[in-house]
């Protein structure tokens, strides 16, 4: 165990509608990335979060956004939902922006019919 | 865009034998990273090479970096069924970012007892 969550594990929802996925980072750790990873591809970056701003982002369009709060928690919002965004979705937790090492969750799977 | 790319694909060996998978990466690198994923789940980190290492050990697992042919290898020795999982390659931005991964698309390995 990493001692990072991410909430649901499974997730459903039509195209068009909207989806938060939450994750809760290893304590101590201030800085979050997200990850996509379709089935039998390795995770593509979304986005990064450090201190509660954006650090950096993936060739992901804008209704892919996030938040990070001040106990250093972070929400993944995708809006307009497409079929190709069925993936599972990865958070990572990290002690620093400059920590070569990074954990990660057990990520939600999410389908979009 | 990936990266990294793992050679073979899928791999299927018997409990015992060594398992050896392949990394190739298209730009600089300042480190590489190996990560193992059971069952479309989360990422464990493995072991991590810097540039300037040519070879890694952690338990069974060896690791060589050859810069000039940009490419890694990650040698399993005497398998074991719970070895059974997806191996990726990784790597951070060279211009900065550690935890910024760029993954390669994996190879299955596949432990039979």
């Given at each position: 165990e990493t001692g990072v969550t991410q909430s649901p594990t499974h997730l459903i929802?039509?195209?068009?509608?909207?989806?938060?996925?939450?994750?809760?980072?290893?304590?101590?750790?201030?800085?979050?990335?997200?990850?996509?990873?379709?089935?039998?591809?390795?995770?593509?970056?979304?986005?990064?979060?450090?201190?509660?701003?954006?650090?950096?982002?993936?060739?992901?369009?804008?209704?892919?956004?996030?938040?990070?709060?001040?106990?250093?928690?972070?929400?993944?919002?995708?809006?307009a939902l497409e079929l190709d965004d069925s993936a599972l979705y990865l958070c990572a937790s990290s002690l620093s922006v400059d920590e070569e090492t990074q954990y990660f969750g057990p990520g939600t799977r999410l389908l979009v019919l | 865009s990936q990266q990294g790319e793992e050679d073979p694909q899928a791999l299927s060996i018997q409990e015992g034998e060594n398992a050896t998978m392949n990394c190739s990466y298209k730009t600089s690198i300042n480190n590489l990273q190996w990560y193992r994923q059971n069952s479309g789940r989360g990422l464990?980190?493995?072991?991590?090479?810097?540039?300037?290492?040519?070879?890694?050990?952690?338990?069974?697992?060896?690791?060589?970096?050859?810069?000039?042919?940009?490419?890694?290898?990650?040698?399993?020795?005497?398998?074991?069924?719970?070895?059974?999982?997806?191996?990726?390659?990784?790597?951070?931005?060279?211009?900065?970012?550690?935890?910024?991964?760029?993954?390669?698309a994996g190879t299955r390995l596949a432990v039979h007892p």
């Open positions: 929802k039509t195209r068009g509608q909207q989806v938060t996925l939450r994750c809760s980072s290893q304590s101590g750790h201030n800085t979050v990335s997200w990850y996509q990873q379709a089935l039998g591809q390795g995770p593509q970056f979304i986005f990064q979060y450090y201190r509660e701003e954006e650090n950096g982002r993936g060739n992901f369009p804008p209704r892919f956004s996030g938040l990070q709060f001040p106990n250093y928690s972070s929400e993944l919002n995708v809006n | 464990v980190h493995l072991i991590l090479i810097r540039s300037n290492e040519r070879e890694k050990h952690s338990g069974r697992l060896r690791v060589t970096l050859d810069t000039s042919k940009k490419s890694s290898s990650l040698l399993i020795t005497a398998s074991r069924a719970a070895d059974t999982a997806s191996y990726f390659c990784a790597t951070p931005p060279f211009s900065g970012g550690y935890n910024k991964l760029i993954f390669g």
